[in-house]
């Protein structure tokens, strides 16, 4: 079967005025139209292709690589709003709809929304959705403490940001744990700290607890050779200072000095940390 929203290798098994036809295993056609062809090509060859439905509703495949897929999360740029709704640039010709009932606040032309697509049973076409959350399920966790994981940054909130986790599940960094300027839609690398009885994830973007020591000790080592082996940090500098400096919290910081200290790889004094000397 040919799923809208996701990529297929077809065969192509003839050619036409509008364009190539291809074929899955089953037999399923669908149109490549001229314009996507490659340059050189033969009946028989595979093709891997994104199919989607063009103006006229109509399954159609393109070699284009749209800037999000069917169950995937997406930062986009709205272009148009009409009376029916909202459309986003996807990166293809026909853009992506979000009904009014989809947006969490009304859209705006040149405003950019992070958004979920998915395919509407009804119409058999993508639509998006700005209520991210609704897609997100924390029933069953399908990650663990301390593991790494793909981050898309969702929304701000009293306690921090939420966060949405492998393109599956809703967590937060809380605000004490973000050193740096992150915005909607950043993705990034992350890590469990926690997961809790009712299903709440808790997420840093620093490796947690003592598994930090040995790259952030690492990281000071490297910091300490660079600067003439010594750095103007302390237990009592302010975590902004930490953080510019190293890019990492001062929590990680006392952790990663303290166990240097104790290997006798550096000397903490008032005024700074200095490397001892081999």
Not at 59 to 67: F, I, K, N, Y
Not at 123 to 143: G, P, Q, Y
Not at 154 to 182: A, C, M, P, R, T
Not at 193 to 211: A, E, N
Request: aromatic residues 10%; contains cysteine; charged residues 30%.
């Amino acid at each position: 079967m040919l799923r809208i929203g996701e990529n297929h290798t077809l065969n192509i098994v003839r050619e036409t005025e509008p364009g190539l036809f291809l074929t899955d295993t089953e037999g399923n056609e669908v149109l490549l139209p001229n314009k996507y062809i490659p340059e050189t090509f033969e009946i028989g060859d595979e093709i891997e292709v994104f199919v989607y439905l063009d103006h006229e509703e109509r399954p159609v495949s393109t070699t284009l690589e749209p800037l999000v897929k069917l169950d995937e999360f997406a930062f986009l740029k709205c272009v148009e709003v009409t009376e029916f709704g909202a459309f986003l640039d996807w990166g293809l010709e026909k853009h992506l709809f979000v009904p009014f009932k989809e947006q969490a606040y009304p859209m705006k032309k040149g405003g950019r929304y992070l958004i979920f697509c998915y395919l509407d049973e009804e119409t058999d076409r993508l639509v998006a959705s700005s209520k991210v959350h609704a897609f997100l399920d924390n029933s069953e966790l399908t990650i663990e403490p301390f593991e790494e994981v793909d981050l898309i940054i969702s929304n701000k909130s009293d306690l921090g940001y939420n966060v949405i986790i492998n393109q599956l599940h809703l967590g937060l960094i809380y605000h004490d744990d973000v050193f740096q300027e992150i915005n909607v839609g950043d993705e990034m690398r992350g890590f469990i700290t926690k997961t809790r009885p009712d299903g709440k994830i808790d997420v840093s973007l620093q490796r947690p607890g003592y598994r930090s020591i040995e790259p952030n000790a690492e990281l000071i080592l490297n910091k300490l050779k660079k600067n003439e082996g010594y750095l103007n940090l302390t237990d009592k500098s302010s975590p902004e200072a930490i953080h510019s400096q190293l890019g990492i919290s001062k929590k990680s910081f006392k952790r990663a000095a303290g166990n240097l200290y104790k290997q006798r790889k550096i000397d903490i004094k008032e005024d700074g940390i200095y490397l001892k000397e081999d």
